[in-house]
């Protein structure tokens, strides 16, 4: 059983930052592709970014392209995503999800995190 919880999410002004992290639990976390999706309210769960377990290649959303990066510790078991540049827009909640290589589409990720709200003021 695989248990991913993320954390770092809260109320920021646009142009601030803020930096979510994913810890994982129950498996061999450097083995896995680990995305970020979110959801606002109302519309479907998008793609954010995703990292690959073999040579961390990344992958993202053009929306937050030059705003936001992933990246790993395997160490410690936990995936970060730093948002940069926030934009009312990125107001959701964000979930974490493994998978067994990076991905965009959601339904290849196995496992999810409960998520953590972000919320974006203008």
């Known amino acids: 059983q695989v248990h991913l919880v993320e954390s770092g999410g809260g109320l920021v002004p646009a142009g601030g930052s803020l930096r979510l992290s994913c810890a994982a639990s129950?498996?061999?976390?450097?083995?896995?592709?680990t995305g970020w999706f979110r959801q606002a309210p109302g519309k479907e769960r998008e793609f954010v970014a995703a990292?690959?377990?073999?040579?961390?290649?990344?992958f993202y959303a053009d929306s937050v392209k030059g705003r936001f990066t992933i990246s790993r510790d395997n160490a410690r078991s936990t995936v970060y995503l730093q948002m940069n540049s926030l934009k009312p827009e990125d107001t959701a909640i964000y979930y974490c999800?493994?998978?067994?290589?990076?991905?965009?589409?959601?339904?290849?990720?196995?496992?999810w995190g409960q998520g953590t709200q972000v919320t974006v003021s203008s």
């Open positions: 999800a493994q998978a067994p290589s990076g991905s965009y589409a959601a339904t290849t990720y196995t496992y």
């Open positions: 129950g498996r061999t976390f450097s083995r896995y592709a």
């Open positions: 990292i690959n377990w073999g040579h961390s290649t990344t």
